[in-house]
């Protein structure tokens, strides 16, 4: 059964035609139109009275199904042109009308049963908070549950926005520590004089400043999990107070003699290249042997092209979960623009473009005009040879930034720099 609006000059005349079966409202105003269309949402609006009232219709319900009753005079392929999904010469014929109206129903039935097996396959294919289908995934989701319930320490590595985070996550909900708490802890964010305190603890008066006691990450975390972001940016003079608490398990608090027990499991991630680190001397190969008993590697989004339109409705899902927009899907040609992109910013960059076409959509579906230029043209990797070596780093840098929508942070981190000589590139190039 659908929901159809007649604004006709005489709709008396179809009403009977379609009471029965579907519920019909009815206007003889055109004026009423854009107010009827508001507060209610039809599947079919049979409209006669000029070309422009398709364009009031589709403007404020684009997913509404116009069928356009025209003079012999209108021009049919106009009305297809605005957004007519039918165009009749009236008088109508009944049959016709019928025909067209069922066909429609068809449709809406059709987009209705393809959401739900969207859904389906989301749901059959979405493991402990990990969407994925591909293989190189499923053996990591294999090995998340073959190691959960023993596990000490982890690494997981990957390139910025892959997801990282999300493993960690599912990790330790897989493990026995699913009920302690999941604390993080942004390596690459903090201070470096107060790393200690930060982490370990300290006791009042400790320092200045330390105006009470307060716990570190490793207390907070109890007997549950204490996740290490970005394990690689952690300084060189702070990384054997961090080995020995791997180590020994022990640690004080800052200003305390009191040795306390940390009792927490540890997840640790980089999209730094850790032996890489170790040979240029930036990290200690004592610690990176003490990380490395188990790691999970998680493949960049271009390798795992088989689950991004999957992603993709998990992240529309969640869109029109959080702002009530009612985004049906992605048009085909707007799927096909998403698989032929490389994402280099991986998931992080794919969540960006889905919900910035979502809020710019007029439509009930994502359509390739919705993206922003950068997806549409694929940038070129290669730089002109006229360029200077300083030309091409800020056209380069520049290139992050933008894919990242001015974000410092995320672009250091695929430009493989610190987020400080960011800044200072930045500065320098006037950027």
Known sequence: MLNILLA????????????????????????????LTTKNSY??????????????????????????????????????KIGATRFFTLPVSPPDLLDAISKIEETVETRKETGKLEQQLVDKY????ITAKNPQMLDMISFLNHIAPYFRIVLVTGETGTGKE????????????????????????????????????????????????KAGLFETAGEGTLFLDEIGELPLSFQPHLLRVLQNGEYRRLGSQTVKKAQCRIIAATHRP????VKAGRFREDLFFRITPLVIKIPPLRDRKDDLLLLSRVLLNRF?????????????????????????????????????????????????????????TQPTSETPAHLSLD?????????VLDQEQGNRTHAADILKISRRALIRKIEKFGL
């Open 320 to 376: 029109n979960k959080r702002t009530g927009k009612q985004v049906n899907g992605i048009s085909r040609p707007a799927q096909t623009a998403l698989m032929a992109y490389d994402w280099p910013g991986n998931i992080r960059e794919l969540e960006n473009t889905i919900e910035r076409a979502a809020m710019l959509t007029t439509e009930s579906f994502i359509r390739p005009e919705d993206f922003p230029d950068t997806l549409i």
């Open 8 to 35: 006709l000059q005489d709709p008396h005349a179809l009403l009977p035609l379609l009471k029965g079966d579907h519920n019909v409202d009815f206007t003889d105003d055109p004026t009423s139109l854009q107010d």
């Open 166 to 213: 999300v493993v960690a996550n599912a990790l330790h909900g897989l493990s026995t520590a699913a009920s302690q708490p999941f604390v993080t802890c942004n390596c690459g964010g903090l201070v470096e004089h107060l790393i200690e305190s930060e982490l370990f603890g300290h006791q009042k008066g400790a320092f200045t400043g330390a105006d009470r006691d």
């Open 274 to 277: 850790l032996e890489d680190e």
């Open 43 to 80: 599947h079919i609006v049979l409209l006669e009275g000029g070309l422009d009232l398709i364009q009031t219709v589709k403007t404020v319900d684009p997913r509404s199904e116009v069928i356009y009753l025209g003079r012999p005079d209108e021009e049919a392929l106009g009305a297809i």
């Open 126 to 129: 979405t493991h402990h908070g």
């Open 391 to 399: 030309e091409a780093e800020k056209l380069h840098i520049k290139k």
